[in-house]
């Protein structure tokens, strides 16, 4: 008897590495190669290329508010939204809020080939702290290199921290590669420990669920 609980309490123990590692797993293929910089670290030394329809600029308090179309590009970095406030001292960017339905953002990682498509209603810069946060309907996709299929993340909120390189995600969160699929409500991840932590929410009753497809073994070839 005490044997055959010992079994079930190895395979318990099993079945929750297994997802333990799928979730790492999953983390590690979308963020391995988002920053040193959710961007180039040469974007931030080349000039920033606005278009609009309309700007109004006001020197006093040193806001200009971009509306209409309005395009943004710096390096590897583009944004297309529907309005782009940016806030300035001494003419250092301080802090840069954009508006869209939704908005979009393309991105060069470090170290890749591909670029990354991410998307949402709006987000916030904050350059002093180096942190960027995406707010409502979030989703981001990208393709690591030497992949054939994209690594896709969905979630209400994100917040990046470059200083710290540590990605936070909120809300209905859900990872996807393949059919390998990742949901629950608060996921963190760490860039330079490799460590995840992922918690359930309200639409997951407060558990984590984690989907994981059977891996096709490579046949060796007959000599």
């Not at 670290?41 to 040193?62: C, F, G, M, N, V």
């Not at 170290?111 to 916030?124: F, G, I, M, N, V």
């Not at 809300?171 to 963190?188: E, K, M, N, P």
Request: charged share 35%; hydrophobic share 35%; with cysteine.
């Amino acid at each position: 008897m005490q044997r055959k609980e010992e079994r079930g309490k190895r395979k318990t123990h099993g079945i929750a590495l297994l997802r333990a590692t799928a979730c790492f797993a999953l983390f590690s293929l979308l963020f391995a190669h988002a920053p040193a910089a959710l961007a180039l670290k040469s974007d931030k030394d080349q000039p920033a290329d606005i278009q609009s329809r309309e700007l109004d600029a006001d020197e006093r308090t040193e806001i200009a508010i971009y509306q209409g179309s309005v395009r943004y590009a710096q390096g590897s970095r583009h944004i297309e939204a529907d309005r782009l406030k940016v806030k300035s001292h001494d003419d250092e960017v301080e802090t840069v809020h954009a508006w869209g339905r939704p908005l979009t953002l393309r991105i060069r990682p470090e170290r890749s080939r591909e670029d990354a498509h991410a998307t949402a209603e709006r987000l916030e810069h904050h350059a002093a702290d180096d942190v960027t946060e995406f707010f409502d309907a979030v989703t981001l996709r990208h393709r690591p290199d030497n992949r054939d299929d994209d690594v896709r993340a969905t979630a209400d909120r994100m917040i990046y921290r470059a200083g710290d390189d540590t990605v936070e995600l909120h809300g209905r969160v859900i990872l996807q590669r393949g059919g390998d699929v990742l949901s629950g409500g608060y996921a963190f991840y760490d860039l330079q420990a490799d460590r995840v932590r992922v918690r359930g929410g309200p639409h997951t009753e407060a558990r984590v669920y984690a989907v994981i497809q059977p891996r096709k073994k490579s046949v060796e070839p007959k000599p």
